[in-house]
């Protein structure tokens, strides 16, 4: 079986590696610029051996994936001689195989496979790597190794090309780390309630779960609730109101997700024309 090995092993390296060593892929080396985390992958992964150098690693595996912080992927690229044949990745998600170009001069075949997750430690990305959406950029040998990853991992996967990748990124950015912004926001307003924010995430996990729900099973545009959906144009008046008084700084946020979310409300059919024209004029000044 292909020797597959690791350059840079922190959130993703290791849960892409101990996943699919799972699954039975023979995951044969670690190298991270961290000595430390080179050697908890490799006590992680039976028959894994740890590389001093990138080039050490790269001159033994068959299949490298570049799982650096993104910054480092080129760097990587450009010092290691590759082998001709060889299979190189990468898993960032802005990056197209570009940043590959120079394993590509080589002779190596590239791709890049960016899983659709979020990965905040190490923990959590073990739990959240299998089933996860992964998109593929890659053409053929590379494509089919990357497919039979994401079907040993219980995902899907979808195909993007080099000139969309930054438009996705983008995509994901605000599906996921904006919306994080979003609960931060929100939690943080209630210090003006004297609690803290932590006991405030508490207090909105049932709602943060009950709209994940309700955006799964129900789908967009039946999903959105609240005053944008019934056409109460005096609720967020008040809500204006409150916000200018207590936070202004969050009133042009407010009021541009506002303006984005009235065209949600009448795809519903529950917000009226009439009343879609007075919320656009009162979010829009
Ligand atoms: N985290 C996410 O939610 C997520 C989601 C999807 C895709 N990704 C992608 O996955 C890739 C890895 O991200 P991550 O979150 O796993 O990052 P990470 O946890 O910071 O792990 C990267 C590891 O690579 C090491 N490293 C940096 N430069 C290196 C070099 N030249 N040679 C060897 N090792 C090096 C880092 O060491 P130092 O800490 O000393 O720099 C670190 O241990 C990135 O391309 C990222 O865009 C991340």
Redesign the pocket.
């Known amino acids: 079986m292909d020797k597959i090995g690791f350059?840079?092993?922190?959130?993703?390296?290791?849960?892409f590696g101990v996943r699919l060593a799972e699954k039975g892929f023979r995951i044969a080396g670690a190298?991270?610029?961290?000595p430390q985390?080179s050697a908890r992958f490799a006590a992680s992964v039976d028959g894994c051996r740890v590389y001093e150098t990138?080039q050490a690693l790269a001159d033994e595996m068959d299949f490298v994936f570049?799982?650096?912080?993104?910054?480092?992927?080129g760097?990587?690229a450009t010092e290691v001689r590759w082998t001709s044949g060889q299979m190189v990745v990468?898993?960032?998600?802005?990056?197209s195989t570009a940043v590959l170009a120079p394993a590509r001069d080589r002779g190596s075949y590239v791709g890049c496979i960016?899983?659709?997750?979020?990965?905040?430690s190490?923990e959590q990305?073990l739990e959240n790597l299998p089933g996860s959406t992964f998109t593929l950029e890659a053409e053929e040998p590379v494509l089919g190794e990357l497919k039979r990853f994401v079907t040993a991992l219980n995902g899907s996967w979808m195909k993007l090309c080099e000139e969309d990748k930054a438009l996705y990124h983008a995509s994901v950015c605000i599906a996921?780390n904006y919306f994080y912004t979003l609960v931060h926001l929100a939690t943080d307003l209630w210090r003006h309630f004297d609690i803290s924010q932590s006991d405030a995430v508490d207090a909105f996990m049932p709602i943060l779960r009950g709209t994940l729900n309700n955006i799964e099973h129900v789908g967009y545009p039946g999903c959105l609730t609240g005053p944008i959906a019934r056409g109460d144009v005096t609720t967020i008046r008040k809500h204006v109101e409150a916000l200018t008084e207590r936070e202004p700084r969050l009133v042009p946020l407010y009021k541009a997700l506002g303006l984005e979310t009235i065209p949600i409300g009448v795809a519903k059919g529950t917000l009226s024309r009439e009343k879609a024209a007075e919320l656009k004029a009162l979010l829009a000044g």
Do not use: Q, R, W, Y
């Open positions: 350059i840079g092993v922190g959130k993703v390296g290791t849960a190298m991270d610029i961290l985390e990138a570049i799982t650096t912080t993104d910054d480092a992927i760097e990587v990468h898993c960032s998600g802005a990056n960016h899983p659709c997750n979020s990965f905040a190490i990305s996921c």
